[in-house]
């Protein structure tokens, strides 16, 4: 079983709906980090939390440390929120275990 | 972008053949990745570095070797690759955020294909 599971594997969305990603971990965490990957393949970082919930512009995420959960969410989502989201965290021993991505489409 | 480039950005080669692929970063950072991503697996990391010579395996290490004689580059060697090393490599650095938490920056990754 892997140490970071996502889910779901593929979702797809009509432009405007709202979208939840969720990740659930089997390790101690100092932090969890959610990702996104564009076709194209560059990986860029949209969250890095330890506690709580963030928010940048229409993505939210929150964590939950004693339920080892996490989600992001996606309000008004739009096409071009099309992408793999991949959860992350980075184990007490300072590795980083990575899930195997969300596949994001959204359609117009 | 954290400054990190990668080369070359796609290569295919044959089983058996000896491939080098460069992680180049431009910021002095102490820690880089190497990664391998495949389909229906998260980023596994192959090898890491915590400074110049300094290095340590990962959990796929098989089949690889790495170098960093500079701070800037991070080299991940195929010495004879197989058709099961087929896969997107990125490396990463790791940038420390302040109150001990640390952000990992990607390269944009190689696609390495092993006919």
């Known amino acids: 079983k892997n140490e970071v599971e996502q889910s779901p594997q593929n979702l797809t969305a009509q432009e405007g709906e709202f979208i939840t990603i969720n990740c659930s971990y089997s390790v101690g965490i100092s932090a969890l980090h959610w990702l996104q990957q564009h076709p194209g393949g560059g990986i860029v970082s949209l969250f890095m939390l330890s506690s709580g919930k963030k928010k940048h512009g229409r993505l939210i995420a929150t964590i939950n440390i004693q339920e080892k959960h996490s989600s992001l969410h996606i309000t008004a989502s739009h096409p071009r929120d099309s992408a793999v989201y991949i959860c992350?965290?980075?184990?007490?021993?300072?590795?980083?275990?990575f899930g195997a991505g969300t596949r994001l489409t959204v359609k117009p | 972008d954290a400054g990190i480039t990668q080369s070359p950005r796609h290569k295919v080669t044959e089983t058996g053949t000896p491939v080098t692929l460069r992680c180049h970063q431009t910021e002095n950072h102490r820690y880089m990745y190497w990664y391998r991503q495949d389909p229906g697996h998260g980023l596994r990391l192959i090898h890491y570095?915590?400074?110049?010579?300094?290095?340590d395996k990962g959990e796929v290490s098989d089949g690889y070797s790495v170098s960093r004689s500079k701070t800037e580059d991070f080299l991940l060697t195929l010495e004879s690759a197989t058709s099961s090393q087929t896969s997107v490599y990125f490396c990463?650095?790791?940038?420390?955020?302040?109150?001990?938490?640390?952000?990992?920056?990607f390269g944009p990754g190689t696609r390495l294909t092993v006919t």
């Open positions: 992350a965290v980075r184990s007490n021993n300072n590795d980083m275990r």
């Open positions: 570095s915590y400074g110049v010579k300094d290095t």
């Open positions: 990463a650095i790791s940038i420390s955020s302040g109150q001990g938490y640390h952000e990992q920056y």
